[in-house]
């Protein structure tokens, strides 16, 4: 289990480094140079207790194995930016390391780099992107993606917890992710947008690898200044290598998308918008209904509140079975003096393994819970302090990947610095 570095006012994780909070870092803006370049290097230490922690890292891969203990962390970050009139490079790349007292051990926790690249012609804008992301500990992230407060239903960002946060087994994986879209103005009022993506999770372990795939195309037309009216289709491979084979989602979107202040506050947005998917698997057709809503409220001149529910269908790495699942998340934070800021994240999951299942056995649930506060010593330096929750419980009827145990809970507090420097 590992720090999520404060270098973000959404914490990103031991494995994730963003930019900087401009209200406690006006040091670092991300703002590009005149030749629209900028580049920042970023850099997390920390000292940390966890009451789960891997024991020695000597194979034990079972949760049972684990116990209460302390140790140190440290990651390393770099971001780049060249945004031109019509083209735009951005390109990112993290490293993380763990150092065990009680060994006297260094361990790498996990490597990723991504790069993306956009051109804009005219009215037709396109978008490539590429990520890979190797890890030595895997744990279960039953948190899904929720829709960006942009109401783009062709995009996703996840949730804010970092992917190392709640690692539980000595399973290595590595994955590759690949992206395009094309969106093609039509009128001020109407567009019309396609994408595919491709997602390989490899286990070199043994745990069945996964391979998703999507791809879909939507028109949009604005029909009043807050909605807009939305007609879509997107289509979802899930392969898994087990003897389930492949399962096909159809999502379906044609409705409203709604997203504007609302009357009564105008530091108050509200989105949401609401579809279907028709799940093929084993012979069979089940339909779901889905959807998204985000409220997000500014409080003050410092502080956001924002509060996000979804209800969808997604595969999660290292399971056999898609999943069924509601969830809620909430977020706050803000400066509470000028060199001081709070936040923190809450998440619930309920969800079902295996589409058209009824039996409780077959159920799963998960929460987690992140407070953290920063004191800035300069635009570029902060310490920081936090705490974590992080618990899972499965049905008797669900296949775990190896390692996984039917309920964990685990928490930890860590102490650190951070710092992200601009370099141009």
Known sequence: MSAASPASAQQAGEGGVRRPFRGLFGGDSGTPTENGQHMSVSFTALGAYDDNVFAGERGSTNPQFQRPGVYGAMTTGLVYSNQGDRHSFDATGTAAFRYYPDQDAVSSTQQMGSIAYGMRLGRTSLQLSQAAVRAPRFGFQGFPELAPIDGSS????????????????LLEMVRLASGASVTQT???RSSLSFNYSLRHTRFPDGAPDVTNQQGGGQYDRQITRGASLRLGYGYRQFGVASPNGQTGVHDINVGVNYQRALSFSRRTTLHFDSGSSMVARQG???????GVAD???????????????QRGVRMIDGFAEPAFSNSI??????????????????????GLTGIGEDA???????????????????????AYTQVLRYRYVFGEDVQLPAGFDRSVERGGARFGVTSSIPLF
């Open 360 to 382: 409780l056995d077959s159920r799963f649930t998960t929460y987690a819970a992140t407070l953290t506060v920063r004191y800035a010593f300069s635009p570029i330096l902060a």
């Open 329 to 350: 998340s909430a977020q706050v934070g803000g400066l509470v003096a000028r060199r001081i800021d709070v936040s923190g994240n809450v998440a619930y999951v309920k």
């Open 186 to 188: 039509l009128s001020s």
């Open 295 to 309: 409220l997000e409220h500014e409080i003050g001149r410092t502080w956001t509140a924002r509060a996000a529910f």
């Open 154 to 169: 062709l995009s996703t960002e996840p949730l804010a917890f970092g992917t190392n946060d709640f690692d539980l087994t």
């Open 284 to 290: 069979r057709t089940f339909i779901r209904l889905t």
